[in-house]
């Protein structure tokens, strides 16, 4: 059992840049694939990137691909989504994710603990 608190959401302007952040307690945070998802107001939950146990391999949506980062420190037991370049399409609850699985996936399904959620909001 894992459990995920992410922070770090707020109002920001396009253009500019936030960075989110997901704290995980409980079994070995280093053994999980981890993730961020995201949710805008009446569309479904869709995939943002992914970031295997070691940090060596990393995987993007396109929609975000050259302006997000993912990142992972495994000895704080936390994970970061740089976010630069915002813009009012960004703007959902943001969720982190952990995955029994090794491959850093897009899947939804095969996440098996998830956070609440920290809101983004990026005004134009």
């Known amino acids: 059992q894992v459990q995920l608190v992410e922070s770090g959401g707020g109002l920001v302007q396009a253009g500019g840049s936030l960075r989110l952040s997901c704290a995980a307690s409980?079994?070995?945070?280093?053994?999980?694939?981890m993730g961020w998802f995201r949710q805008a107001p009446g569309k479904e939950r869709e995939f943002v990137s992914a970031i295997n146990y070691s940090g060596a391999s990393t995987y993007y949506a396109d929609s975000v691909k050259g302006r997000f980062t993912i990142s992972r420190d495994n000895a704080k037991n936390t994970m970061y989504l740089q976010m630069n370049s915002l813009k009012p399409e960004d703007t959902a609850v943001y969720y982190c994710?952990?995955?029994?699985?090794?491959?850093?996936?897009?899947?939804?399904?095969?996440?098996?603990?998830w956070g609440q959620g920290t809101q983004v909001t990026v005004s134009s």
């Open positions: 994710a952990a995955s029994r699985g090794t491959l850093a996936t897009g899947q939804m399904g095969t996440y098996n603990y």
């Open positions: 409980g079994r070995a945070f280093i053994w999980y694939t």
